[in-house]
């Protein structure tokens, strides 16, 4: 195999495994090994340190590229800041730079998703956050940063005197629908209680306090689950079983009044 050839084809395997999100273990496995060599014995599989190296060259030329079209596309820029866990409790900051071209073009760029370790304190995002703004040379075109009503972000950029914080109203009427509507929680709160009530028909969605408009959404799903809980409460009332009947009245002890019903149609 000739050198461009093997470079060719080593092009090829990083684009899949970047571009399909595929995990870096895979060049290590026996099976995936045995695999690419009956495809082509004469191809050498790169190792994974070498494709690791690769990864991080890319960035770099990519932030490169992208801080020179920031730099001559805009002349003031916003940005906005959250925090998040993952699955495996782990904390990240994201922080996306958006700007209008001269074009009037509007574009959204992930300047960094950085791994926060515990504790998630103001000092820590603040520090971590000016640290992404100076590593993209944005210090003199950002004047905003818009976030989630979490004391921690309040607190950081209460912390930062050149930076002014917006409150990101998506995450407000999460809030102002959440408390204005407790009401119908205890249906949606603990859906696995009810869950083969619920998942005959349609699953019910959990209200999650980080996810915006996971409120809304519970809400809308919940008025589609409405003629099902009906159903549920009038079959499990005819029952002759004892214990269905009783099922019935925790069930309709839970429910909402028409007028409950009827302001959470009006929302949604």
Same mark, same amino acid.
């Given at each position: 195999?000739?050198?461009?050839?093997?470079?060719?084809?080593?092009?090829?395997?990083?684009e899949?495994?970047?571009?399909?999100?595929q995990?870096?273990?895979? +060049?290590?496995?026996? /099976?995936?090994? &045995?695999?690419?060599?009956?495809?082509?014995?004469?191809?050498? %599989?790169?190792?994974? $340190?070498?494709?690791?190296?690769?990864?991080?060259?890319?960035?770099?030329?990519?932030?490169?590229?992208?801080?020179?079209?920031?730099?001559?596309?805009?002349?003031?820029?916003?940005?906005?800041?959250?925090?998040?866990?993952?699955?495996?409790?782990?904390?990240?900051l994201?922080?996306?730079?958006?700007?209008?071209?001269?074009?009037?073009?509007?574009?959204e760029?992930?300047?960094?998703?950085?791994?926060?370790?515990?504790?998630?304190?103001?000092?820590?995002?603040?520090?971590?956050?000016?640290?992404?703004?100076?590593?993209?040379?944005?210090?003199d075109?950002?004047?905003?940063?818009?976030?989630?009503?979490?004391?921690?972000?309040?607190?950081? +950029?209460?912390?930062? /005197?050149?930076? &002014?914080?917006?409150?990101?109203?998506?995450?407000?009427?999460? %809030?102002?629908?959440? $408390?204005?509507?407790?009401?119908?929680?205890?249906?949606?709160?603990?859906?696995?209680?009810?869950?083969?009530?619920?998942?005959?028909?349609?699953?019910?969605?959990?209200?999650?306090?980080?996810?915006?408009?996971s409120?809304?959404?519970?809400?809308?799903?919940?008025?589609?689950?409405?003629?099902?809980?009906?159903?549920?409460?009038?079959?499990?009332?005819?029952?002759?079983?004892?214990?269905?009947?009783?099922?019935?009245?925790?069930?309709?002890?839970?429910?909402?009044?028409?007028?409950?019903?009827?302001t959470?149609?009006?929302?949604t």
């Open positions: 195999m000739t050198p461009d050839r093997q470079k060719y084809l080593e092009t090829l395997l990083f899949w495994l970047v571009l399909d999100f995990p870096l273990y895979l +060049l290590k496995s026996p /099976s995936f090994r &045995q695999f690419i060599n009956a495809l082509n014995e004469n191809f050498e %599989l790169p190792n994974d $340190k070498k494709f690791r190296k690769r990864i991080f060259d890319a960035y770099e030329f990519s932030q490169k590229q992208l801080k020179q079209y920031i730099h001559e596309n805009s002349s003031s820029v916003s940005l906005t800041c959250d925090l998040w866990t993952s699955r495996s409790k782990q904390g990240f994201g922080v996306t730079c958006h700007l209008i071209t001269p074009d009037f073009e509007m574009k760029i992930t300047l960094a998703i950085r791994y926060m370790p515990y504790p998630h304190t103001g000092d820590a995002i603040q520090k971590e956050l000016e640290k992404i703004i100076s590593e993209w040379e944005l210090q075109k950002v004047f905003f940063c818009t976030t989630d009503n979490a004391a921690s972000m309040k607190k950081c +950029l209460n912390q930062i /005197s050149w930076l &002014q914080r917006l409150s990101c109203t998506a995450h407000t009427i999460q %809030l102002i629908v959440g $408390k204005g509507l407790l009401a119908a929680e205890v249906l949606i709160a603990h859906p696995e209680e009810e869950g083969d009530l619920h998942t005959i028909f349609y699953r019910a969605i959990t209200d999650v306090e980080t996810h915006w408009s409120t809304f959404i519970a809400w809308e799903r919940l008025i589609i689950l409405k003629p099902y809980i009906d159903i549920v409460i009038s079959s499990l009332n005819v029952s002759k079983d004892r214990n269905a009947k009783d099922d019935a009245k925790r069930l309709m002890k839970i429910n909402l009044t028409d007028d409950e019903w009827n959470i149609k009006r929302f």
